[in-house]
């Protein structure tokens, strides 16, 4: 993803964002747990499904920036 960076601390910023997006919709699609569950399922789980999502939005911001730069 290193063509679409932005910073440290904008991608920490758009990360964490992201991620917590992601973890709320794929628990509401019932891929994910949501974070209910305390166990390392459940942890492994909200970990995943947070990278994803926050990978996600990064490449979206990272992208549209790229685009306005031009």
């Known amino acids: 993803m290193k063509k679409f960076t932005m910073g440290s601390l904008w991608n920490s910023i758009v990360g964490i964002l992201g991620g917590g997006l992601g973890g709320q919709v794929l628990g509401m ?3 994910g747990d949501g974070g209910g569950e305390m166990d390392l399922s459940g942890i492994l789980g909200s970990v995943g499904s947070g990278a994803v999502g926050g990978g ?5 911001i990272g992208m549209i920036k790229k685009a306005m730069n031009k």
């Open 29 to 31: 699609l019932g891929i």
């Open 56 to 60: 996600i939005v990064m490449a979206v």
